[in-house]
């Protein structure tokens, strides 16, 4: 019955047409033996009947095989050519989701546990800052410094990568003064910044962004990174902010050896390090500005590039002016 119902149409079409001409020889032509009408009608039934009869049995050779594999725990979709049955697909898809179901579960197991980690690696990292303090001989201990502020880094990077990689419920938008998130900002570069003797020119005006106050200051820090990383001699960064009506926009120049016009437009893709290796002085993962252009994605706020090769780079942040929705 179902091989009947699927090829319905099919099988009415050939039966008017079988009809049509029975009609056709029985009525206009007169002069037609009727013996040789029932014989072609024979042949043609006997015809029919076993295309008929070996489709069908393929057919429902195909549907046994079909509901055999319905009964297996794997995709099926590959073993049909063509299918139009919807279970297959429903098939599929609820093993699918059963298997990203158990994969989110274990990306949120592995992520708890890095996040746990880092809030616990921290302490012993503090009493290592104050045991380095004690250190009488200053090359070792300035030496230790350096690498003990770069770890503090690193897990603050580790800590804003599990919330940017997690759920929607660690973004916390609210109004937020600007220069706040500058200032924390360089206060967790202050190290690197004096160490380089960066030179830093502001001219914020206190305004005010809706963003995430922690998300925004991981961004900064990595562009201040980034800034330090390829200075000149003479280290200099300038970040200032201009407003108009629909946005605001803070931009971090920095006049070092900038990026290569061939590297520009893959600097957001993960891992990509470039053709710059900083001197051999500094070894970069190439994940640090992807994160930055994932979290600006989900804050909702646009990044733009400018930058010549010798001559520096100027990244700006662009904060739409939302504030009508906070207030409905």
Known sequence: MK???KYEKFLICILTIFVAFNLYFIFLLTNIRLQFLIYLDSLLGVCISMFLGIDAYFFYKKEKEKKEYLKTGDYIFQQFEEFENKEIIEHDFQIFQERLN?????????????TKWCHEIKIPL??????NE??????????????LEKIKQYLNAALVSCKVQGTFDDLQV???????????????????????????QIDLHGEYVYSDPQWLIYIIDQIIANAIKYAKEVPYIHIWSCQTENEVKLNIQDY??????????????????????HNGKYKSTGMGLY??????????????????????TCICISFRNIENYFNL
């Not at 609210?174 to 830093?200: A, D, G, P, W």
């Not at 016009?261 to 390090?273: A, H, K, N, S, T």
């Not at 930055?292 to 090769?309: A, D, F, P, Y």
């Open 256 to 277: 070092g050896e900038g990026i290569k016009d061939f590297d520009l437009p893959r600097i957001f893709e993960r891992g990509y390090v470039g053709s710059n290796h």
């Open 291 to 312: 994160m930055v252009r994932l979290m600006i994605q989900k804050l909702g706020h646009e990044i733009t590039v400018t930058s010549k090769e010798n001559e520096g």
């Open 134 to 147: 004690k250190i009488q001989q200053m090359d070792v201990k300035d030496q230790l410094k350096e690498q």
């Open 126 to 131: 503090a009493t290592a800052c104050l045991i």
């Open 3 to 5: 091989y009947l119902k």
């Open 102 to 114: 158990e994969q989110i579960d274990i990306n949120q197991d592995q992520q708890d546990f890095i």
């Open 174 to 200: 609210k109004k937020t003064k600007l220069e706040e998130c500058v200032k924390s900002s360089i206060k967790n570069n202050r190290y690197f910044l004096m160490n380089h003797q960066v030179e830093l």
